[in-house]
């Protein structure tokens, strides 16, 4: 078996086309998997010209929630917590099923 060299394998960390800035991002559901499109521009002047570029992205729920995941933990934040429904909303929903 040949072996490989020490550098096949590695990503490419230089990109390929200048930074952008996420202006806006949409989903849609498809069945076992989501479709993410973030929209991105590369300065405000662009932005003002509308050149807007997309990025469309498959992905699983578990990709989903792994990427939300590190978003928050990045960012140091955290999902807000869920309140109990009232005495009221638990009583009224138990009698109107």
């Known amino acids: 078996m040949a072996k490989q060299g020490a550098n096949s394998g590695k990503i490419n960390d230089t990109p390929s086309e200048p930074p952008g ?3 806006g991002w949409t989903h849609h559901d498809h069945g ?3 479709d993410l499109r973030i929209q991105t521009t590369v300065s405000q002047e662009a932005l003002d010209q509308k050149r807007i570029d997309s990025h469309h992205f498959l992905m699983t729920y578990n990709q989903a929630l792994l990427l939300a995941k590190f978003l928050l933990d990045t960012t140091g934040q955290s ?3 869920r309140q109990r429904p009232s005495i009221w909303r638990r009583i009224y929903a ?3 099923k």
């Open 21 to 23: 800035v996420v202006v």
């Open 32 to 34: 076992a998997s989501i």
């Open 79 to 81: 999902l807000p917590l």
């Open 94 to 96: 138990r009698f109107n």
